[in-house]
């Protein structure tokens, strides 16, 4: 079973602000960087957002900097994705895990996902 629980997607309009949070029920992820990734129909998943192991550096695909933030708290062992100026472009399953650099990107380093959230931007 996956570690990962996903939650705080919804169906909101263009513009609008959500903030997705992943509870990870493993320990031993609270030394890993973490990451957002998302998955829109008939789409690969893509990488969204990344922290850094001690939360000191993040990174975001082009398309979503300035809108969305990463964050942590360790000690409730969630890692959250607050979401500003929601586009329609926006709308996908959002998934979170472990992650590592892989080139010029992202990649989940556990090998499996949870069940994800589903965020909806209407225009």
């Known amino acids: 079973q996956v570690p990962l629980v996903e939650s705080g997607g919804g169906l909101v309009q263009a513009g609008a602000s959500l903030r997705l949070s992943c509870y990870n029920s493993?320990?031993?992820?609270?030394?890993?960087?973490m990451g957002w990734f998302r998955q829109a129909p008939g789409e690969e998943r893509e990488f969204v957002a990344a922290?850094?192991?001690?939360?000191?550096?993040?990174y975001y695909r082009d398309s979503v900097k300035g809108r969305f933030t990463i964050s942590r708290d360790k000690a409730k062992s969630t890692v959250y994705q607050q979401m500003n100026n929601l586009k329609p472009e926006d709308t996908a399953v959002y998934y979170c895990?472990?992650?590592?650099?892989?080139?010029?990107?992202?990649?989940?380093?556990?090998?499996?996902w949870g069940q994800g959230t589903q965020v909806t931007v209407s225009s």
């Open positions: 895990a472990p992650a590592m650099p892989h080139g010029a990107t992202w990649r989940n380093s556990l090998g499996s």
């Open positions: 493993r320990s031993g992820f609270r030394g890993n960087p």
């Open positions: 922290i850094s192991s001690d939360d000191t550096n993040t």
